[in-house]
């Protein structure tokens, strides 16, 4: 192309680029058009000499497009259906413009990047004398067909245009088949219009958004009351759903991207928000008559507003745990009978609502937290049944899955899966420290008395506890295995020691020796007891042998935890029966005379009258002792004679009643135990947080101790005031001069 | 007539306890009863054993040493005078 600056007339010159402009609007004949050509024009038209035509070559392209749009204007307008002639002319004229801009791009720059004239100190906002402002010939075709076409039929024709795309709108909302591609560019038109300004969707949004979001309020906020008041919920949610599934879809067949969420939204205020309550009201119902695809629908639905399901899960809390309280209150008493009932019903009702979040709120924390609320006041609910003590329950249930020959007929790994299951409930429990004790006490028996289901099951159900409520938790339980794992090799050094010194007597004699602290004894104080003289060398080796082995130690025998198996020779068949200690010491009496009295036997057996009637009482339902007079009670000064006459169809027997089942005394220890247990623990704590903060307000440690202790148990705020007026008074803390709601550590 | 009943096989327990110390008492440092080990040890007994102090206190001997170690000047930590072993 040629740069050298012409001599130019202008009109002759515009005439000829005028010619082709037409041809390029039109689509007619734009195969003789040079854009070259005309780039060229556009160039020496604006380096005119003498003086440039820039600015009189922007006024007529302006005027040439003005035209250009009242001709276009005048065709849509003498149609019926505007919407699709409209979109044919827009298309046509946003692809012509943008040839012209390209062609006009030396126009553009001469006008945008207009020089400072000398001596006019203000840059010119506007081009000559018109009042299109400084912008691309793009810009400013978008101007003229937004004045000439769009704000023209909107102010003179009744906005036609819109009028008919919101109508064409509203028919594809009733069902009837519309051709919405044309309308979508129609309503798009408005945002490219004005995307060379600084308010791109400034046109859109007062010319379409607004106005449809204000029709889809009235469309919806009539359709919806209707709805709601001819429907049930059920179907009023149902057609919710499809609504804005349907709206989702007209979306992204009519709308620009900004104004989905906008959309939206209107459409939930007006399905959801406006009748909100209707929905939270009939999810009680929902949920207690398991409609679960209702509380679908209604979680769908108000999850999408704002605080919309806080009252569905209050309701779902609310329905769980009378549901759970139900159950604790039919079972009454019987949960101390048998403890099965109470926690598989609970764990049942627990997967039950489990599934339920999973398949209906889409596990949704919020719903499974409120399941977990729920939980932890069904399991630790003691004022609907005072017998569901749950940290007793659960661990009294754990060892009837755990004890061997036990009567559920079940297989280790339904057992298993039990135990794991259990665990589901455990975690609820608050008072973690007393079902740790219970558990203890009810393991303590089954390893003492040999009665565990497996070693495998034992420790799997301790790996159970430990990854709940960590190391610490379940190390003092461990080291009750440790004891039994150490007794093992003691009692097989024990018999290498008597073998090498000779001291075999022919009686097998084990032992378990038993780390006082591990165990869940009251008191380590032996009951008195003159252990049988036959046994007492046994006894009495062993001391020695212990002793040689380990110094500094004392042993504590527990005469009521050791047993006997014993050979019966006085009757016609050979009788094997394993016994208590205490019922073997009672039953060797008789191996110097046939009948003794009460009395008699208390004073060889030195047994403390109580524990000596138990025994006593247990050989006499055994049979294989008889009362003299055997409708009398059983005092000291009963006769009993030896059962010469008993038999049984089993010449191995145990027999039972050799130990005592928890009696409530023992419950209350436990309790009084774990209470004491606490008091140290909130202590150590108070000094652990006082230590690291040196200065804390009262609020403010209790609120901390509450939280330190919180895995293990509940702290009462009472206790902790207690453990600190005992700190204070041990002057580990102390008050604070200056104020007295303040301590402060002493170090 | 011999026995009539005879004892062929029989199965004790028994707990041990320090001789010398009431075992349910709490270890000052660890807080762990003196029949139950220090924090560091597993089992109970013979490895982790006892020490008294002239003062009267007495701690797991493990527990001890370690607070005599860290930077205490030598003190018991609960009378907070030079701590000296009773031998």
Redesign the interface.
């Known amino acids: 192309m040629s740069l050298r600056r012409k001599r130019i007339d202008f009109d002759t010159a515009f005439d000829e680029f005028k010619r082709d402009l037409v041809k390029m609007f039109d689509f007619s004949g734009t195969g003789s058009v040079s854009g070259m050509g005309m780039y060229q024009l556009v160039y020496d038209i604006c380096n005119a000499v003498p003086r440039p035509f820039f600015e009189k070559l922007y006024c007529a392209i302006a005027e040439f497009l003005c035209e250009y749009a009242a001709g276009v204007r005048m065709a849509i307008l003498s149609h019926d259906e505007v919407v699709p002639i409209y979109a044919v002319y827009w298309k046509k004229y946003s692809i012509a413009t943008g040839y012209l801009n390209a062609i006009c791009e030396y126009l553009n720059g001469r006008i945008v990047n207009q020089r400072r004239v000398p001596g006019v100190s203000e840059r010119r906002l506007f081009v000559g004398t018109t009042n299109y402002p400084r912008q691309d010939v793009q810009a400013l075709a978008n101007q003229i067909w937004r004045d000439h076409v769009i704000l023209e039929i909107k102010h003179r024709k009744h906005n036609r245009i819109l009028y008919q795309i919101f109508e064409t709108i509203r028919q594809d909302r009733e069902g009837q088949p519309v051709n919405y591609s044309v309308v979508q560019e129609a309503i798009l038109s408005l945002v490219a219009l004005n995307s060379r300004t600084d308010q791109p969707l400034e046109l859109y949004i007062e010319e379409f958004e607004t106005p449809y979001i204000a029709q889809i309020k009235a469309y919806y906020g009539q359709e919806s009351s209707i709805k709601l008041s001819t429907c049930s919920i059920s179907q009023y949610m149902r057609s919710a759903i499809e609504r804005l599934a349907q709206e989702g879809i007209r979306n992204s067949r009519y709308c620009h991207a900004t104004s989905h969420a906008r959309i939206i939204q209107e459409c939930e205020t007006q399905y959801i928000s406006n009748h909100r309550t209707s929905i939270q009201t009939e999810f009680e119902r929902m949920i207690a008559n398991e409609r679960t695809e209702d509380c679908n629908m209604a979680y769908a639905l108000l999850s999408r507003i704002e605080d919309g399901i806080t009252p569905l899960l209050w309701s779902f809390e609310k329905y769980i745990t009378t549901v759970g309280k139900d159950i604790i209150l039919n079972l009454g008493t019987s949960i101390t009978k048998d403890p099965r009932e109470y926690v598989e019903r609970l764990i049942d009702l627990h997967t039950k609502y489990t599934q339920i979040c999973s398949k209906v709120f889409k596990n949704d924390a919020a719903f499974v937290a409120a399941v977990d609320k729920a939980f932890r006041t069904i399991v630790n609910d003691t004022a609907t049944n005072t017998a569901a003590r749950s940290p007793e329950v659960i661990a009294r249930y754990t060892d009837t899955m755990l004890r061997k020959k036990q009567k559920t007929g079940l297989s280790e790994s339904e057992i298993e899966d039990k135990l794991s299951r259990v665990v589901i409930l455990f975690k609820y429990i608050d008072d973690k420290d007393l079902f740790q004790k219970f558990y203890s006490r009810v393991l303590a028996k089954r390893l003492i008395f040999d009665s565990s289901l497996s070693a495998e099951a034992e420790a799997s159900m301790i790996s159970r506890l430990k990854s709940a409520c960590g190391v610490e938790y379940t190390s003092k339980l461990q080291r009750m295995f440790t004891d039994m794992t150490i007794s093992t090799d003691l009692n097989t050094g024990f018999k290498d020691w008597l073998q090498g010194n000779d001291y075999s007597n022919g009686l097998d004699f084990s032992i378990l020796v038993l780390t006082a602290g591990s165990w869940p004894v009251n008191s380590t104080q032996p009951l008195e007891f003159q252990c049988p003289a036959e046994l007492e060398k046994s006894i009495t080796n062993f001391t020695t042998f212990y002793d040689n082995r380990h110094s500094g130690r004392k042993l504590s025998w527990f005469w009521h935890w050791c047993r006997a198996d014993v050979r019966v020779n006085y009757l016609d068949k050979r009788y094997e029966l394993s016994l208590s200690l205490y019922q073997f010491a009672v039953l060797a009496v008789f191996n110097a005379g046939d009948s003794f009295t009460v009395a008699e036997i208390r004073e060889q057996t030195k047994l403390i009258e109580f524990e000596l009637l138990r025994v006593v009482k247990s050989l006499v339902e055994a049979s294989l002792l008889i009362q003299g007079n055997p409708d009398s009670n059983l005092e000291l000064s009963s006769v009993l004679r030896l059962n010469m006459a008993f038999s049984n169809k089993r010449t191995k027997l145990k027999i039972s009643g050799g130990l005592q089942a928890d009696t409530p005394q023992e419950t209350t220890a436990t309790i009084k135990a774990v209470d004491e247990d606490r008091r140290l623990c909130i202590q150590a704590s108070i000094v652990r947080i006082m230590k690291s903060r040196r200065v804390l307000s009262h609020m403010q440690l209790v609120q901390e101790v509450i939280e330190q202790c919180k895995t293990r148990f509940a702290p009462n705020v009472p206790m902790i005031k207690k453990c600190i007026e005992q700190l204070l008074d041990k002057q580990y803390i102390e008050r604070a001069e200056n104020s007295l709601d303040q301590y402060v550590y002493v170090t | 007539m011999?026995?009539?009943?005879?004892?062929?096989?029989?199965?004790?327990?028994?707990?041990?306890?320090?001789?010398?110390i009431d075992?349910?008492e709490v270890c000052g440092i660890c807080?762990?009863?003196?029949?139950?080990c220090c924090a560091d040890c597993?089992?109970?007994?013979?490895q982790c054993?006892l020490l008294w102090g002239k003062c009267k206190h007495c701690f797991h001997l493990h527990c001890i040493s370690k607070w005599l170690e860290t930077n205490n000047d030598g003190i018991c930590p609960l009378d907070r005078q030079p701590f000296e072993a009773a031998t």
């Open positions: 011999g026995l009539k009943i005879k004892v062929k096989r029989w199965h004790t327990v028994a707990f041990w306890e320090w001789n010398s075992s349910s807080q762990s009863p003196f029949d139950a597993k089992i109970p007994g013979d054993p």
